[in-house]
Every structure is written in structure tokens, then in C-alpha cells.
């Protein structure tokens, strides 16, 4: 099963569905396994009692309570917006400022951040819903002509 759909399991059933109902053995050698609580993968364990969790699944458990964490693990945004570079003055936010993207250290922590707006999501219209925008602007553009007609 993949990482995904175990996450989904989890979170469905939460932590506390997965009740420690695991076999465990010993195999030949005196080693000591038992079943991962949440996969039923065999991990090798000094003592089979209780129940474990194998590394992976801690994984994917800190993945669900810590997504930001992980996130950001992967992606470290700048926090500077697109096109910062081009601006004529910005501060990020630890105070360095940048003139046209160039450096500017003598002015260091003399400014304040520069606000960043937040972008605005473009929603992906359906093709029912584009027709209807199409409509509409071709009934505006319909009034326009309108009342350019009147005022002539
Ligand atoms: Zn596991």
C-alpha cells in the first residue's frame, strides 16, 4: 500500500483505531520481532511487549500532525514576492533592503519589511461558467455600442 493511502487509513480511523492486535516472534537466532501497529510490517524489537511503531509510519504520523513542518522541509519559500528583483525599493523581512534587487547593507534594519499582497487565487472556470462570463461581456459590450449610439 502507498505512504497516501496508509495517511488516509490514519486519518479515517484515527490513532487510536489501531489497536495494538500484532503478532510478534522470535526467530531462530533469539531476535525478537513484532508488527508495526499501524502497517503490520515485522520490525526487529528488543522486547515484544506493547506494541511498536516502525520508523516509516512515524513518518507518515508526523507528516498528518506536522504538515507545515514538513512542508517546509521541502520547499523553503523566500517570502519575497514574484518580481521583487524589479521593484525599486524592497525589505524583506529581515530587514535587508534591495534597490532594484540590488543589496543595499549600509540600509539594513533601517526599514520597515515591504507588505507583501497576498496573490489572488484564479479560480479555473468551468466551461458552463465560461460561457456564461462570455455572455456577459458580450451583453456589456452590447450596451456599450448602446449607449455610445444615444449620445451620438
Ligand atoms: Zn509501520
Not at 501497529?37 to 524489537?45: A, G
Request: proline residues 5%; hydrophobic residues 25%; glycine residues 6%.
Amino acid at each position: 500500500m502507498s505512504r497516501k493511502d496508509d495517511i488516509e487509513k490514519i486519518k479515517k480511523h484515527g490513532f487510536k483505531a489501531f489497536r495494538p492486535e500484532r503478532h510478534s516472534y522470535e526467530d531462530e537466532n533469539g531476535q525478537k520481532h513484532m508488527q508495526c501497529k499501524f502497517c503490520c510490517e515485522y520490525q526487529k524489537v528488543d522486547d515484544n511487549v506493547g506494541w511498536i511503531t516502525c520508523s516509516s509510519c512515524l513518518t507518515k504520523i508526523d507528516m498528518i500532525q506536522h504538515p507545515e513542518s514538513f512542508i517546509s522541509k521541502q520547499y523553503k519559500p523566500t517570502g519575497r514576492p514574484p518580481g521583487w528583483h524589479w521593484m525599486a525599493e524592497f525589505v524583506d523581512k529581515d530587514g535587508n533592503v534591495f534597490h532594484k534587487g540590488k543589496e543595499q547593507p549600509d540600509l539594513k534594519g533601517t526599514l520597515k519589511p515591504t507588505k507583501i499582497k497576498p496573490r489572488k487565487k484564479k479560480k479555473k472556470l468551468s466551461a458552463d461558467q465560461k460561457l456564461q462570463r462570455d455572455l456577459k461581456n458580450w451583453k456589456k459590450r452590447k450596451q456599450i455600442k448602446r449607449k455610445q449610439k444615444t449620445k451620438k
